[in-house]
């Protein structure tokens, strides 16, 4: 009945199921384990950045750089990417009524490459920060972080290939066949779309990678100029798997909210098929627009123009979903638990993050923004402020499923309160600090430049209290699964509507027969 | 959903397994918090091959770099880290007298290889540095330890310095403060050149022409190469000998059934870019 404890096993029992909610349970743990640590590391940063010229608390260039790179490979590779396979695992097979995932052995191999992954990550620690560009990560960068980091992502860049087969697979062919593909629940749809956007996208990243390490170990000079090569090849190839992977780890939260905000407005949704027209029209857009991460190297004009104009199309998709969730919501009794309150939260910030993309891609304004903070805040408002917020409220829907158990809706609250609050003072600041002309990724700034001195001081306090919010989070996640007040296993948020549930799953101990 | 369902009691998660993965998660980030601060200096070590090929350091084969140019001449020195027994002086190689802290003289190119003994009862490390006073910055790749991991007593290791500029250079022992207490010895370094070294000077063209003829050829079974005739045979290989200034012509011509590319080094063994470049391959 309940997902994590359907008949009480053991741990280990648990780590090497092949069952599609076991698997999910483990990504779903190892995304917010790598959540918490890759947070400390960026309340670290912020800290040290509040306090110009002393060194407090990062006392080198080099560690500080480390830091961010961790920092960023972390949230985005172990924290974004498991967290949605998580929850893609547990919902996807109960939406397309299939008992499990298409291969569930696979699906295990492609959760236990993220815990290898993630250790050569952390224990390299490499400085080469999260693009790792050439040069810098061909000749400088030292080693054995750097090829530690590139094995690293290699292994997580083939795990979110399998799970990507093992997605498309499930939807596409294991469907219950009286269920059409277009009633498929908008969730799992974000899963196909972002499944099919990860098989195009990442060979090219894989590649890259592979070019990366035979340029550092001398035997080839594909992105070292003094071996004759391109350092702005390995930007293409960078980009053309990391502007779709955007849509990658944005997708599934805006799947989660597809999931949250019917339910939690006691309505119907408003449209199934703009959702289904949104999603795909951004999966197909995705791959139109990766050159607006490099207006400033010198591209030609009409290149410029023609990835402005991908660019800018991503904004009418984006505005389907906006539009989709308000008209959901119009009229509804809209009950505010945590749940709907994050993913509330999440609509709101991804509004003013696709603002300030909009800025963004506009390239004359790309030149003045262009590797400030300005391009720091608007990544972060969408990472944080739509995509984590859509994974928080998830993972709120979620426990009283997982774990029998309610969490604490008091804690929730100051949660949601502190996260909105500390998200809009980081990264709305961080925006204006690239508007005064701070660099991102720089260890130090002059303490003569007030300006900057007070902005980073306002985002560093934000930051703090965007941390605190997950010190209330991770103490009612450990306090609830514990001793929280025991879950109505019918109706936990007290919705009374007669949706499915995600307790459904069909018996999770069916592998045990073999 | 089924009624049914509710005939089973739900089972709900408990503290006691709460702790079980807790101890689990925090005890992966426990081993590997060990892991890595136990290694801390591994991770970030070493610069990969094509940095160091960039710096000279190794050819792209992964050979070690090509010998210091002509004329550079290897000195090998030996010296020991030596205190005196109140600790108030420390020198190499002996406290007082002609061998205290020898001063080394070489010129530009030549490798100096230092034999350092940590023969004191201090930490002690040893480098080379072109700054006049204070325990560095030392020259890249010739220390001998450092001062947070320095040589134990009686430890030894082996440095090597090729100075490419002329001037004066030190070798200190790098720990903070025995520079001063007179751990310092100098290193003369004199405009390469000297008497073995070829002139640099230009030679001026004397207007003289030569013309000579060369064809590439190869035995019937493939397995000797050679110059106009094979090994044996009249026409060999031949010398030629033309003065300096002389501009040098060679027609070539390939009469084997292989592919050839014809070229002009000064020395096979030791090829020098910049003898090189001042010869004009025609092909």
Redesign the interface.
């Known amino acids: 009945?309940?997902l994590?404890?359907?008949?009480?096993r053991p741990?280990w029992q648990i780590m090497f199921s092949t069952h599609h909610t076991d698997v999910a349970l483990l990504y779903t743990?190892t995304g917010l384990?790598f959540l918490f640590?890759a947070g400390v590391l960026a309340l670290m940063i912020r800290t040290h950045l509040f306090f110009p010229g002393q060194g407090i608390l990062i006392s080198d260039p080099?560690t500080f750089n480390?830091i961010f790179t961790v920092h960023g490979l972390t949230m985005l590779f172990l924290f974004a990417l498991p967290f949605a396979a998580g929850i893609g695992n547990y919902l996807v097979p109960i939406m397309v009524r299939y008992k499990d995932m298409a291969y569930p052995k696979l699906n295990a191999v492609a959760f236990w490459m993220n815990?290898i992954g993630g250790?050569l990550l952390?224990?390299?620690?490499?400085?080469t920060s999260w693009v790792s560009y050439a040069p810098y990560s061909?000749?400088?960068?030292?080693?054995?972080?750097?090829?530690?980091m590139i094995f690293g992502l290699k292994i997580l860049g083939i795990s979110s290939i399998l799970s990507s087969i093992n997605f498309v697979v499930t939807i596409l062919k294991c469907k219950h066949p009286d269920l059409p593909l277009r009633q498929v629940p908008l969730f799992a749809w974000s899963i196909l779309t972002v499944s099919l956007m990860t098989l195009v996208a990442m060979p090219s990243y894989a590649a890259s990678l592979i070019m990366l390490l035979t340029?550092?170990?001398?035997?080839s000079?594909f992105f070292?100029p003094?071996?004759g090569g391109d350092p702005i090849a390995y930007l293409h190839l960078f980009w053309f798997t990391f502007h779709p992977e955007v849509y990658i780890f944005l997708l599934p939260a805006i799947g989660m909210m597809y999931e949250l905000i019917p339910r939690f407005s006691r309505k119907p949704l408003f449209s199934q098929a703009s959702g289904i027209f949104a999603f795909v029209m951004l999966g197909l857009i995705g791959f139109a627009s990766w050159g607006h991460h490099m207006y400033s190297t010198g591209m030609d004009f009409t290149t410029k123009v023609v990835f402005m104009i991908g660019t800018l199309a991503a904004v009418p998709a984006s505005g389907m979903h906006v539009f989709n969730f308000l008209a959901t919501m119009w009229g509804g009794r809209i009950r505010f638990a945590a749940p709907m309150k994050f993913a509330v939260g999440g609509i709101a910030l991804f509004f003013s993050a696709g603002a300030g993309g909009v800025l963004n891609s506009a390239m004359p304004l790309d030149f003045i923004t262009h590797g400030t903070y300005w391009v720091v805040g608007h990544m972060h408002l969408f990472l944080t402020g739509t995509i984590a917020f859509g994974f928080v409220a998830m993972a709120y829907y979620m426990f009283p499923f997982i774990?029998?158990?309610m969490y604490s809706e008091k804690l929730a609250n100051i949660h949601f309160v502190g996260m909105m609050w500390g998200t809009v003072q980081v990264f709305f600041t961080q925006h204006l600090l690239g508007l005064e002309g701070m660099a991102r990724r720089i260890y130090d700034y002059p303490a003569e430049y007030t300006s900057w001195v007070e902005l980073n001081q306002i985002a560093t306090v934000g930051a703090w209290i965007l941390g605190g919010s997950f010190v209330f989070f991770l103490a009612n996640l450990?306090y609830s699964?514990?001793?929280g007040k025991?879950?109505n296993?019918?109706d936990p948020f007290g919705l009374g509507g007669k949706y499915?549930?995600p307790y459904?799953a069909k018996n999770p101990t069916h592998h045990t027969g073999y | 959903m089924s009624h049914n369902e509710h005939e089973e009691p739900i089972p709900r998660t408990s503290p006691r397994r709460l702790a079980k993965m807790l101890a689990i998660i925090i005890g992966i980030q426990v081993v590997g918090a060990v892991i890595f601060f136990t290694h801390y200096d591994y991770w970030n070590s070493y610069l990969p091959m094509a940095g160091k090929i960039q710096e000279g350091l190794i050819t792209p084969g992964g050979q070690p770099p090509p010998p210091p140019p002509p004329g550079g001449k290897t000195i090998n020195v030996s010296l020991k880290f030596v205190e005196s027994s109140d600790f108030k002086t420390y020198a190499f190689n002996a406290i007082s007298g002609p061998d205290n802290n020898p001063e080394i003289h070489a010129n530009a190119g030549d490798k100096l290889v230092f034999d350092v003994t940590n023969g004191g009862k201090s930490f002690h490390a040893f480098a080379v540095t072109d700054s006049k006073e204070g325990p560095g910055p030392a020259i890249e790749g010739t220390t001998i330890g450092t001062a947070d991991n320095p040589m134990k007593p009686g430890a030894s290791g082996q440095a090597t310095f090729v100075p490419s500029q002329p001037g004066e250079y030190y070798y200190i022992c790098a720990v903070p403060g025995h520079r001063e207490l007179g751990m310092e010895g100098k290193i003369e370094v004199a405009p390469s050149g000297g008497a073995e070294q070829p002139s640099s000077a230009e030679v001026k063209p004397t207007g003289n022409k030569v013309e000579f003829t060369l064809s590439f050829v190869m035995s019937s079974d493939f397995k000797q190469y050679a110059f106009n005739a094979l090994p044996g045979q009249t026409g060999h290989n031949p010398d030629i000998k033309v003065k300096s200034g002389d501009t040098v012509t060679i027609h070539i011509k390939n009469d084997s059934k292989s592919f050839h590319s014809f070229g002009v080094v000064v020395d096979p063994d030791n090829s020098s870019a910049t003898q090189q470049s001042r010869v004009q391959t025609i092909h």
């Open positions: 009945m309940v994590e404890l359907r008949k009480p741990v743990i384990a640590m080099a480390r815990p250790a952390w224990l390299g620690f490499s400085d061909v000749i400088r960068a030292p080693g054995p972080a750097a090829d530690m340029d550092r170990l001398g035997v000079g070292n003094s071996a774990t029998g158990r450990i699964v514990a001793k025991e879950a296993m019918d499915y549930y459904q």
